[in-house]
Nanobody, 123 residues
């Protein structure tokens, strides 16, 4: 089992950058695929990015080229570097962990979730 805690969300102006972090507990962190999802007010939670045990990544089209997901297995952390932020990136961002056998963007493949961190992008 793994517990996830996100941090780094705050108010930022459009065009700015933010780095979200997700710290995980548990000795088997490196065996989980990790992902970031987000949920804007009045909308369903949506996939943002995912990374496997090493460096293979997959992104939603809406963030490709602007966001970068990474992980440090030695520190039990996952990060989401967000550049060129847009007002439509405003959402609560969630870190999630999965033991699926391949990279997945499906919410129900992720059994473990953090509590979320608020990102607000002003225009």
């Amino acid at each position: 089992q793994v517990q996830l805690v996100e941090s780094g969300g705050r108010l930022v102006q459009a065009g700015g950058s933010l780095r979200l972090s997700c710290v995980a507990s548990g000795r088997t962190f490196s065996t989980y695929r990790l992902a970031w999802f987000r949920q804007a007010p009045g909308r369903e939670r949506e996939f943002v990015a995912t990374i496997d045990w090493g460096s293979i990544t997959y992104y939603a089209d809406s963030v490709k080229g602007r966001f970068t997901i990474s992980r440090d297995n030695a520190k039990n952390t996952a990060n989401l570097q967000m550049n060129s932020l847009l007002p439509e990136d405003t959402a609560v961002y969630y870190c999630a962990a999965s033991q699926a056998i391949r990279l997945t963007s499906r919410e129900y493949d992720y059994a473990y979730w953090g509590q979320g961190t608020q990102v607000t992008v002003s225009s």
